[in-house]
C-alpha cells in the first residue's frame, strides 16, 4: 500500500481551528458558554482556572464583557501560545480575579487589546503577554504586583493604568516587565509615568504630538526656535508637556496658546512671527528660563488653560501652542503647534 497517498485525506479529516467569538446573546458573563460561538472549535467549556486551548476573540462587543466575582483569586485561563483578544470591547474583573496562563509555563497566552478597546483585570499571571494598541488601555486593579510573571508591550497613544501602584511602585515593581514598541522601556525617555491623582498611576509613551505651523524667525543663535510635545491626546488625561528648542541661552520665555492660527509679522517690534490670532493665552505663571542649552518645558494643565479666563480643553477642540522669549534686546518666537485633542 502506498501510505503517502493517505495523506491528502488525512489532512482533510484532520480537527480544523476556529477561534472561539464572544456572542453575549444570554449575559455578559466571560464564563456562561451560552455568550459564545464554538463553532469549529474543539473547547466545549469556559471554567475558572481551566486551561482554553483555543483563541478568544471579543470584539464590537455591545455590553462590556465581565469576569464575575468568583473569589480566590480566580481567572480565566488560556493555554500555550493562544491569544485573548478584545477589538472595541471591554473586558473588566469585577472582584479580584484576573488573566493568566497556565502554571508553570514558559511560553503563555497573549492578550491583544485593539481598537479602543479596554482590559481591566484584577491581575495577570503565568506568562502572559499583554499588547496595548493605539487608542486602547488596561487598567490594573490590584496591589502588590498585579504584573506577575508577565510583560507588557504598549504602543504610542495606548494608557497602562494602576488603581493601586504608585507611581514608585510601578517603577519597583513593573517597569522592567514594560517594553515600547518592543523597546525596554525608561521614565523620561520612551515613557512617562504620572499619579493619577489617588492610589495609582498612569503610564503613557512619550511620542510627538501635534502639527508644527508658521515658520520661525531667525534668532540670534542664527537658528529658528521649534515646537515640540509630548504626552498624550486624549484630554482627560491631562498628561501634555510642552517644549520649545533652539532659542538663545539664558532668556527668560514663556508659552502662548490660543485656538486660532494666524500669522502675525514683528507684533509689538518683535523680530519673530506671532502664529496666534483672536483671544490669546499667555502661560506668565510659568516664567521659564532657556538655561545652557537654549530651550525650557512646561506641563500644561489641560483643566485650566489660560486665556482671558481659564478654559478646560474637551475633546474634539484644536489647540495652538507658541513660545515668545527674549532676544538680545528685542524679542523673538518660535514656530506654531497645533493639537487636536480626544
Known sequence: MNFHSLLPLAFIIAPAHADIIWTGITSNDVFDESNWDFTGSTVTTIDPNVTIEDNLV??????PVEIPDIGGQGRLQIGDGWTLTVDNSSLTALGNDGVGGVQGTANGPTIRVINGGAFNPYFIVYDVHLEIVQWSSATFGGPGNPVNGSSIDLLPNGTLAFLDE????????????????GVPAIIGV?????????????????SALGTNYCTASVNSTGAVAVMFADGSIDATHNNLTLTARGMPTNQLGYFLCGQAAGYIPNPGNSQGFLCLVGQIGRFAGQIQDTGALGEYSIQVDLGAVPVWRPHAV???ETWNFQAWFVDGGSSNFSDGLSITFQ
Open 58 to 63: 471579543i470584539v464590537n462587543a455591545a455590553n
Open 166 to 181: 504608585t507611581v514608585q511602585e510601578y517603577i519597583n515593581e513593573h517597569l522592567n516587565k514594560t517594553t515600547v514598541a
Open 190 to 206: 520612551n515613557i512617562t509615568a504620572v499619579s493619577d491623582g489617588l492610589n495609582g498611576s498612569i503610564v503613557e509613551v512619550i
Open 314 to 316: 474637551l475633546p474634539g
